[in-house]
Nanobody
Framework: QLQASGGGLVQTGGSLRLSCTAP????????MGWFRQAPGKEREFVAC????????YYADSVKGRFTLSKDNAKNSVYLQMNSLKPEDTAVYYC?????????????????????WGQGTLVTVSS
C-alpha cells in the first residue's frame, strides 16, 4: 500500500534519496518509518517521524548521515542518505503508522507499523 523508490547502486561516500508515497492516504496524518534488511539479517529500524508532533528519530548507525523528511504537499516521505557505507547495503522499506500512533518505545519495532511498501534495494560498493 506504500510505494518506495529511489534505490540503486552507489559508491562508498555517495548519496541517494529514497521516496515513499502513500496512494489513497494522506501522509500528514501518518507516522512514517524507514527500515532496512540486509541479506541474512533481520529487518532493522533506520528512521521515523512521529504521527503526533512530527519529531524524527534515527538509528545510531545512520545518525548524522541520513535525514528523514515529509512533504505533505507531495504526499511523500523522503530518506536522504549521505556518506553511504557498504554496511548500508540492504533493501529499504517504508512503513506507515496510523492512529492511535505508536508510543516512543514502540517506534523502533517493525511490528507496530500498519502498512508497508515493497522495498527498494540500495547497494553501496566499496
Amino acid at each position: 500500500q506504500l510505494q518506495a523508490s529511489g534505490g540503486g547502486l552507489v559508491q562508498t561516500g555517495g548519496s541517494l534519496r529514497l521516496s515513499c508515497t502513500a496512494p489513497g492516504r494522506t501522509v500528514s496524518n501518518l507516522g512514517m518509518g524507514w527500515f532496512r534488511q540486509a541479506p541474512g539479517k533481520e529487518r532493522e529500524f533506520v528512521a521515523c517521524i512521529r504521527g503526533s508532533g512530527g519529531r524524527t528519530y534515527y538509528a545510531d548507525s545512520v545518525k548524522g548521515r541520513f535525514t528523514l523528511s515529509k512533504d505533505n504537499a507531495k504526499n511523500s516521505v523522503y530518506l536522504q542518505m549521505n556518506s553511504l557505507k557498504p554496511e548500508d547495503t540492504a533493501v529499504y522499506y517504508c512503513a506507515a503508522d496510523t492512529p492511535p500512533f505508536l508510543i516512543l518505545s514502540e517506534l523502533c519495532y517493525a511490528r507496530g507499523y500498519d502498512y508497508w511498501g515493497q522495498g527498494t534495494l540500495v547497494t553501496v560498493s566499496s
